[in-house]
């Protein structure tokens, strides 16, 4: 399967292009991006051809990656659907449900495949965790995401998007993708701001569990950690740490995306409907979001 890649960033070069690179039967074979240095750089990096236009891009590939922000990548998708090429999405689908939406009408409509890599979900070691945990009953969980993402030296920190939506929306679906599969898809929000972008989730899941979240990406290096926690009558199990890199969790998601368009079908337990969900809780908590020391 041919692939083409929306973006020249830092998860660009070390996850997604270098992921595909190593992928059996796939091949990166066209690069695209605002910055046409970039783009000739990551492209001979891993051997592809440099894109002039998005639209170039999308004729010569099968499916298209995503490492943009996800308000463009929510746009561009939508583009990509309907000139037939299957999507391999970064979270969070969209920073809009409208935007979703629109994603998941054009998916429906056309028929492409579609995989949004929520990280944890494609490790092999987390996922045999998720498996294990959704066969039992347990009546909530916890979460805790503290990164450094601001501190000098940090690849993200100048991620204008990050800046503007803050933890809520770039670790948000993190958790979400670990909580929901276990406890049920999410009924209620109610949500809290700390200091800067500091969000506090409290969660009704179908069945009546109930779960939290803090999350904020301003946290100092050694204030820095995550960890989620699920709680009920078989007694408490945290989240085993990642079994392999972010690039190994990449190359499944792509695996799984051609094995999907393979089999002729469109479903996959983290398809634009699952990210579409997402977006939905997160929508709902960012409308309750009132910065610390703001009266509402």
């Known amino acids: 399967m041919n692939f083409g890649l929306v973006g020249t ?16 039967g796939a091949r990166l074979s066209s690069v695209w991006g605002r910055n046409p240095g970039h783009t000739a750089d ?33 746009e561009l998708a939508v583009q990509a659907a309907h000139a037939g090429r299957h999507l391999l999405l970064e979270k969070p689908l969209a920073t809009s449900l409208a935007a979703a939406d629109r994603l998941v009408e054009a998916v429906e409509a056309t028929g492409v495949s579609s995989v949004v890599f929520f990280t944890s979900r494609y490790d092999p070691g987390r996922r045999a965790w998720l498996d294990d945990l959704a066969e039992e009953e347990w009546e909530g ?7 450094p993402n601001f501190v000098d030296g940090s690849p993200y920190a100048g991620s204008a998007w990050r800046w503007e939506r803050g933890a809520l929306w770039d670790l948000g679906p993190h958790v979400l993708s670990v909580l929901v599969p276990v406890l049920g898809q999410v009924e209620g929000v109610t949500a809290r701001a700390g200091a800067g972008d500091l969000a506090h989730l409290i969660l009704t899941h179908a069945g009546g569990a109930t779960s939290t ?26 989240m085993p ?56």
């Open 9 to 24: 960033g830092y998860w660009a070069w070390v996850t997604q292009g270098a992921g595909l690179a190593r992928l059996e």
């Open 42 to 74: 990551l492209a001979a990096e891993f051997g592809a051809r440099p894109a002039s236009s998005y639209e170039e891009l999308l004729e010569s590939v099968d499916a298209v990656v995503f490492g943009v922000p996800p308000d463009i990548q929510a």
């Open 141 to 147: 969980a916890w979460a805790r995401w503290f990164a």
């Open 213 to 238: 979240a803090s999350l904020t990406l301003r946290a100092s290096r050694r204030a820095a950690g995550s960890e989620v926690a699920f709680w009920g009558s078989p007694g408490i199990f945290s």
């Open 241 to 296: 740490p990642m079994a392999g890199t972010s690039k190994d969790a990449f190359v499944r998601a792509a695996r799984e995306l051609m094995e999907v368009v393979a089999a002729g079908g469109r479903s996959h337990p983290c398809d634009v409907h699952f990210g579409r969900e997402v977006v939905r809780i997160l929508s709902e908590a960012d409308a309750q979001l009132v910065p610390a020391g703001r009266q509402a």
